[in-house]
């Protein structure tokens, strides 16, 4: 109570008016996997930092914002691809974990000095390629450079461009080979009269770069190491350089490059840490490395870690892929004798759909857990997390990896597999609900993703309670504010009942909170709703009938 010490008039603030509880949001998944890269770079004082993102969760909120931090495509890897899959079909923030980069395979281009001062990259990230290989040959009749000597140069009339002395090719030809998977090496681009020249900075100085004639390369793009070296020390001599990427890039994943550390905030474990995520996406758990076998042990393992991490947070959902190349028998016995998961905390999803692959423009077949982790998100925000997501189009998805029957489905959908079929004339549709729980009270991912707002929510909107005098007028403003933001739900159609009384109560008197709980600083309320469940078998009863006959 305030003081009152001399005569006066006092105007005081009584806050006795509601704390309305608000809704927390339902559509924010994390993705786990590969990435070309894991950056992010910003500008202080002139000055050009860069800080590695590698291991933690970086909000992003499109597909502009992941290239700048996280590159492009990548080829042999999932997780870009799955990201572009959530912003297709109705994502619009999403978190991203990168714990493997694999930049783009690269070779050095010896000059007549033998140094790699010219590189050749590949314009796309990833394993393929280091498939192809490069290589350089002189226009007919040209000047080979010397390999015994060192580059030299002179200078122009002006003394500001460097010509090249006879030893060194003026242009020179650049063909792209691929390996072929039966052995030895195909053609796939061939760039004529490539050059090194030196052009005018913004800064004013001179600088080298390369210049070619006809269309922008492919497969491949050629970079000047140093630019401020002049043209004959950067052209390269005839030579054949396959490309590579640095081998600690292309280890094989292990259960702890994904599992991460809680206090590094690396990994799954580092998610602790970031109160809005409510879905898990691991697309990159299915992808091998070269010369390498998919290791199903590690995908049951680390499987088994995320459900873990979602029901100890208890307010975010995994979604899992199968793994590759099964069948509806074998998806099946992965389900209930290989990983034997029971958790309401889960959703599992089969088979992989087939994207166009933006590395090659050639049809792909991928996890479908980033796809299905957008159509989560805009089923959501059309429809409410109360709405199961199913029966709703796949964007993107060109094609299936196995078209699954009713009869095939018939067997995996009492086993809490949902399957993504293709219907004529409706396209390619998530044709199941279901958790990975056993108990029929969860059955379904819209209850879980339901009772995981209504909880949140309700979390977040109470926090004000907290060593508030624990007396009845508390119980009062509690039961007030609780059944306000419920009747909310009610009215969106998330709770079943054709009047707030028949959809959910609250409860909270001196009999749930008697002296010796009190005493202990408890405070305890009960909360009853009634969710509604998705009409997953319809069934129409027709018989023949005429007037008269009784009904």
Request: glycine share 8%; aromatic share 8%.
């Given at each position: 109570?305030?003081?009152?010490?001399?005569?006066g008039?006092?105007?005081?603030e009584?806050?006795?008016?509601?704390?309305?509880?608000?809704?927390?949001?339902?559509?924010?998944?994390v993705?786990?996997?590969?990435?070309?890269?894991?950056?992010?770079?910003?500008?202080?004082?002139?000055?050009?930092?860069?800080?590695?993102?590698?291991?933690?969760a970086?909000?992003?909120?499109n597909?502009?914002?992941?290239?700048?931090?996280?590159?492009?495509?990548?080829?042999?890897?999932?997780?870009?691809?799955?990201?572009?899959?959530?912003?297709?079909?109705?994502?619009?923030?999403?978190?991203?974990?990168?714990?493997?980069?694999?930049?783009?395979?690269?070779?050095?281009?010896?000059?007549?000095?033998?140094?790699?001062?010219?590189?050749?990259?590949?314009?796309?990230?990833?394993?393929?390629?280091?498939?192809?290989?490069?290589?350089?040959?002189?226009p007919?009749?040209?000047?080979?450079?010397?390999?015994?000597?060192?580059?030299?140069?002179?200078?122009?009339?002006?003394?500001?461009?460097?010509?090249?002395?006879?030893?060194?090719?003026?242009?020179?030809?650049?063909?792209?080979?691929?390996?072929?998977?039966?052995?030895?090496?195909?053609?796939?681009?061939?760039?004529?009269?490539?050059?090194?020249?030196?052009?005018?900075?913004?800064?004013?100085?001179?600088?080298?770069?390369?210049?070619?004639?006809?269309?922008?390369?492919?497969?491949?793009?050629?970079?000047?190491?140093?630019?401020?070296?002049?043209?004959?020390?950067?052209?390269?001599?005839?030579?054949?350089?396959?490309?590579?990427?640095?081998?600690?890039?292309?280890?094989?994943?292990?259960v702890?490059?994904?599992?991460?550390?809680?206090?590094?905030?690396?990994?799954?474990?580092?998610?602790?840490?970031?109160?809005?995520?409510?879905?898990?996406?691991?697309?990159?758990?299915?992808?091998?490395?070269?010369?390498?076998?998919?290791?199903?042990?590690?995908?049951?393992?680390?499987?088994?870690?995320?459900?873990?991490?979602?029901e100890?947070?208890?307010d975010?959902?995994?979604?899992?892929?199968?793994?590759?190349?099964?069948?509806?028998q074998?998806?099946?016995?992965?389900?209930?004798?290989?990983?034997?998961?029971?958790?309401?905390?889960?959703?599992?999803?089969?088979?992989?759909?087939?994207?166009?692959d933006?590395?090659?423009?050639?049809p792909?077949?991928?996890?479908?857990?980033?796809?299905?982790?957008?159509?989560?998100?805009?089923?959501?925000?059309?429809?409410g997390?109360?709405?199961?997501?199913?029966?709703?189009?796949?964007?993107?998805?060109?094609?299936?990896?196995?078209?699954?029957?009713?009869?095939?489905?018939?067997?995996?959908?009492?086993n809490?597999?949902?399957?993504?079929?293709?219907?004529p004339?409706?396209?390619?549709?998530i044709?199941?609900?279901r958790?990975?729980?056993?108990?029929?009270?969860?059955?379904?991912i819209?209850?879980?993703?339901?009772?995981?707002?209504?909880?949140?929510?309700?979390?977040?909107?109470?926090?004000?309670?907290?060593?508030?005098?624990?007396?009845?007028?508390?119980?009062?403003?509690?039961?007030?504010?609780?059944?306000?933001?419920?009747k909310?739900v009610?009215?969106?159609?998330?709770?079943?009942?054709l009047?707030?009384?028949?959809?959910?109560?609250v409860?909270?008197?001196?009999?749930?909170?008697?002296?010796?709980?009190?005493?202990?600083?408890?405070?305890?309320?009960?909360?009853?709703?009634?969710?509604?469940?998705?009409?997953?078998?319809?069934?129409?009863?027709?018989?023949?009938?005429?007037?008269?006959?009784?009904?």
């Amino acid at each position: 109570m305030p003081e009152y010490l001399s005569p006066g008039v006092y105007v005081e603030e009584v806050d006795k008016g509601p704390k309305p509880i608000e809704g927390v949001g339902t559509a924010m998944p994390v993705f786990i996997g590969f990435s070309e890269k894991a950056e992010s770079v910003y500008r202080e004082d002139g000055e050009r930092f860069t800080v590695d993102l590698s291991g933690r969760a970086e909000l992003v909120t499109n597909w502009t914002q992941y290239n700048e931090k996280f590159g492009g495509f990548v080829s042999g890897a999932f997780m870009p691809n799955a990201v572009y899959g959530f912003f297709q079909n109705g994502g619009s923030r999403c978190y991203v974990v990168s714990v493997k980069s694999i930049p783009p395979a690269a070779a050095g281009l010896l000059n007549s000095a033998g140094k790699p001062q010219l590189i050749a990259r590949a314009k796309t990230a990833g394993v393929d390629g280091a498939k192809m290989r490069v290589n350089i040959s002189l226009p007919e009749g040209a000047a080979p450079a010397a390999a015994d000597k060192k580059a030299k140069s002179a200078k122009g009339k002006d003394g500001d461009a460097a010509a090249p002395t006879a030893d060194t090719p003026s242009t020179f030809n650049v063909s792209i080979e691929r390996e072929k998977v039966t052995g030895g090496w195909h053609p796939v681009e061939s760039i004529r009269n490539v050059s090194v020249t030196q052009v005018e900075a913004p800064d004013g100085n001179m600088v080298s770069t390369v210049a070619y004639q006809g269309e922008a390369p492919q497969f491949v793009e050629l970079i000047v190491g140093d630019v401020s070296a002049e043209p004959a020390a950067l052209a390269p001599r005839e030579q054949t350089q396959p490309l590579a990427i640095e081998t600690k890039h292309l280890a094989a994943p292990k259960v702890g490059d994904f599992q991460g550390e809680v206090l590094e905030r690396t990994g799954i474990e580092g998610l602790e840490s970031i109160d809005d995520i409510t879905m898990v996406v691991v697309p990159d758990l299915m992808t091998t490395m070269p010369g390498e076998k998919l290791d199903l042990q590690m995908v049951k393992a680390v499987q088994t870690g995320i459900i873990a991490h979602c029901e100890k947070m208890s307010d975010r959902v995994a979604i899992l892929d199968t793994p590759p190349n099964l069948n509806p028998q074998q998806v099946k016995n992965w389900r209930m004798n290989v990983t034997g998961f029971d958790s309401s905390y889960a959703a599992m999803y089969y088979p992989w759909i087939e994207v166009n692959d933006p590395t090659t423009n050639k049809p792909m077949t991928m996890p479908p857990s980033g796809y299905v982790a957008g159509v989560w998100s805009r089923s959501d925000n059309t429809r409410g997390v109360h709405k199961a997501p199913a029966n709703e189009v796949v964007q993107g998805a060109t094609g299936l990896a196995y078209q699954v029957t009713k009869g095939e489905q018939d067997v995996l959908n009492p086993n809490g597999v949902n399957c993504i079929r293709a219907f004529p004339g409706m396209g390619i549709r998530i044709w199941g609900a279901r958790t990975l729980s056993s108990n029929p009270s969860w059955r379904y991912i819209n209850v879980r993703r339901l009772f995981n707002y209504v909880e949140k929510s309700i979390e977040r909107g109470t926090q004000w309670i907290v060593f508030e005098p624990n007396e009845p007028r508390l119980w009062g403003r509690i039961k007030r504010d609780v059944n306000a933001f419920l009747k909310t739900v009610w009215a969106s159609g998330a709770l079943f009942g054709l009047t707030p009384d028949e959809a959910f109560y609250v409860r909270c008197d001196e009999e749930l909170n008697p002296p010796e709980s009190r005493d202990l600083g408890r405070l305890i309320v009960e909360i009853g709703i009634s969710p509604v469940k998705p009409a997953e078998f319809v069934i129409f009863r027709i018989s023949q009938w005429q007037p008269g006959m009784d009904e």
